[in-house]
């Protein structure tokens, strides 16, 4: 984003970025209405009854941004509308960014947090809510200060508050800081937490858009989401769906970190290449290092190898060729990283994020974290790779309450089979070649480690299946490191 | 008991939800801004404005990764350990500040100047490896960097 000359399209065919500062400071209220900013609001005020604003995002083709790329539009149709609809409804905006390579929101919050707060003045105009909730992730202070900001301008320019512009419309719009967990970004437990309960999955139905926060009609979507509502009622569906390369339309947020020449996020029509943002934005591999494989969207995704990368940056693209998109943040794995440890620490990280709800999450991630350190540190036995497929069939979607366990099996079971010689070498080699051969600093995620060092700095994991325990996380790792 | 000015900060927060105990998250965040740690009188405290049990508000402190149940030092470092700063090796930055500090991930330095603890994604992974020490961010980390930033706080 700041590399302007480097960008492949114009402001105008920015809809998100193309007003942002050069130096990335927020845009204030007045150089938000200066860029068009709240012309949306005006328009759907205006000209738009609420169902029209549906519509248009519906036309639009934007998929969710959180990750899972399920329909805008078609999640807002699902609230009762209408004269007999119950009279209290919400629109959440889920930014408590938290998936592992993700960094968009913040991006965005920090460059225009006035484009969020008109996203969801839009969301709750059509859906018929007159209070909404912005879930800010706990470590987000600054942020949160620009959004309380941003709100308080917003509500003394007559955009938020009571009958909103001269019109019948009011809204309030409340900032939620989150108190810590990634449980919290998953839609149901994000409806706990907002009520300051634990952040477990609900079950469904009923349906969030008919019974959600407090039992009302709610619908939950990500900050880049809304962010492209602004932009679809302002162009009309199909301009904007013209923005993209490809039939799913529109323009996302894109990134990429790892050991690439220059990292960054850039605003890019969905269907761009992956190899376009790698060799063209990010400027390649850093010299002396080789790619090897992409993570494209979050710890959630399955691993692209790197002769796959001309495909489009899409949802449907990715899914048939048997991928996923996620948030569109891209991890670029090079060849000095061990592909191994790697895995172990993405399934670490969902070990322990496990709320404990259910059976295959909480005992089915520390055992694949359990097996996968044997393999790492020198213990590993080939049957085990056996026992890693079958856990991942263990902790599949038909198996769990929510989508955290299922997404640990993306990477695990991606991994298996693209770096099958490396986990095969770990076991017959009885060690880590990476970490043995690799000393050198900088040369990858070497380190001299203790062997006997556990992934917190000093408790050893077990090497066997961990015993039950009881739900709320693992002793020893999560709750404790709160403490 | 809560003081005049936690009373004010948590009942400021209390319009925005229809019921009381919703305020529950935020009100614990006050309180540990305030008092550095959940102690059992303050989730007490808490509970008799808000109508909830003590045990009702340590099930919420226990499953939240940013309430702290013991005392922590004057400024917490959170240091990211998810994929991209494992890649861009997080482990020696680790490393680094324990030898630094003397103390391991989940400790506090001996004189209540940090307490040192591991974080999921800080969302800097453009700028990893990364941490966070209270509210501010830091990427790019190297040892040299690590150590003048660790000299900046008292």
């Known amino acids: 984003m700041t590399d302007e000359p480097l960008q492949p399209t114009t402001p105008e065919q920015r809809p998100l970025t193309g007003a942002f500062r050069p130096d990335r400071q927020a845009l204030d209220i007045a150089e938000y209405e200066a860029a068009g900013g709240y012309g949306a609001l005006r328009r759907a005020l205006r000209d738009m009854a609420p169902g029209d604003v549906t519509q248009a995002v519906s036309d639009s083709g934007l998929r969710g941004r959180g990750g899972a790329g399920y329909a805008t539009g078609r999640k807002w149709s699902f609230v009762p509308m209408g ?65 309380s900001r941003a709100l308080d301008d917003a509500r003394e320019r007559g955009y938020l508050g009571e009958r909103i512009l001269g019109t019948d419309f009011s809204l309030e719009i409340n900032l939620h800081m989150s108190v810590g967990r990634y449980m919290c970004g998953e839609a149901s437990g994000m409806l706990n937490a907002l009520q300051s309960d634990r952040a477990n999955p609900r079950w469904r139905p009923p349906h969030m858009a008919s019974a959600g926060l407090w039992s009302r009609p709610t619908v939950i979507n990500n900050v880049e ?69 992409v993570l494209p969207g979050g710890a959630s995704t399955p691993f692209i190898p790197a002769a796959d990368i001309d495909i489009p940056m899409d949802f449907d693209h990715m899914k048939k060729a048997g991928y996923g998109l996620g948030t569109g943040t891209a991890l670029l794995v090079d060849d000095s990283v061990c592909p191994v440890g790697l895995t172990l620490n993405l399934l670490r990280f969902f070990a322990q994020e496990s709320c404990g709800w259910c059976t295959p999450c909480w005992a089915g991630l520390p055992w694949a974290v359990s097996v996968l350190s044997d393999i790492e540190e020198g213990r590993g036995r080939p049957e085990q790779l056996d026992l890693l497929e079958e856990q991942c069939w263990f902790m599949g979607e038909e198996m769990c309450f929510c989508d955290l366990a299922p997404s640990a099996t993306k990477p695990l079971r991606t991994a298996l089979k693209l770096f099958r010689d490396d986990f095969d070498r770990h076991i017959a080699e009885g060690r880590c070649s990476y970490r043995h051969d690799r000393p050198a600093a900088g040369a990858g995620p070497a380190g001299a480690r203790p062997a006997a060092t556990g992934p917190l700095g000093g408790r050893p994991l077990p090497s066997a299946p961990p015993p039950p325990r009881r739900p709320g996380g693992l002793p020893g790792l999560a709750p404790e490191r709160a403490r | 008991m809560l003081t005049d000015d936690e009373r004010a900060a948590i009942e400021a927060t209390m319009h925005h939800y229809p019921h009381r105990e919703a305020a529950a998250a935020g009100a614990l965040r006050t309180v540990q801004r305030s008092r550095g740690y959940l102690s059992d009188e303050a989730l007490a405290d808490v509970g008799e404005l808000l109508g909830l049990t003590v045990d009702e508000l340590d099930s919420r402190a226990t499953f939240f990764n940013m309430l702290f149940r013991r005392p ?27 030898a630094r500090l003397g103390v391991g991930l989940g400790e506090t330095t001996p004189d209540g100047r940090f307490t040192f603890l591991p974080i999921v994604c800080l969302a800097q992974c453009d700028h990893a490896p990364a941490m966070q020490i209270d509210e501010d961010f830091y990427g790019d980390l190297t040892p040299e960097r690590i150590d003048e930033i660790l000299a900046s706080y008292d």
């Open chain 1, 83 to 147: 004269a007999d609809a119950p009279p209290v409804k919400y629109v959440v905006c889920n930014g408590d960014e938290m998936e592992p390579g993700s960094f968009k929101d913040r991006f965005l919050i920090e460059g225009s947090p006035h484009l969020l707060i008109e996203g969801m003045a839009l969301a709750c105009y059509a859906i018929g809510a007159s209070t909404g909730y912005i879930f800010v992730r706990a470590q987000y202070d600054k942020p949160y200060a620009l959004l």
């Open chain 1, 225 to 293: 989401s809304l962010c492209c509502v602004p932009g679809i009622v302002t162009l009309g569906p199909e301009r904007w769906r013209a923005l993209g390369l490809t039939d799913e339309g529109g323009t996302r947020i894109c990134g990429v970190s790892g050991r690439a020449q220059r990292t960054g996020a850039w605003e890019l029509p969905v269907g761009t290449p992956l190899r376009e943002m790698i060799e063209g934005l990010a400027g390649g591999m850093r010299d002396g290092y080789r790619l090897r494989a």
């Open chain 2, 72 to 98: 922590v030092g004057r400024h917490v470092i959170l240091i990211c350990d998810s994929d991209c700063c494992y890649v861009m090796a997080y482990e020696q930055m680790r490393d680094h500040i324990a």
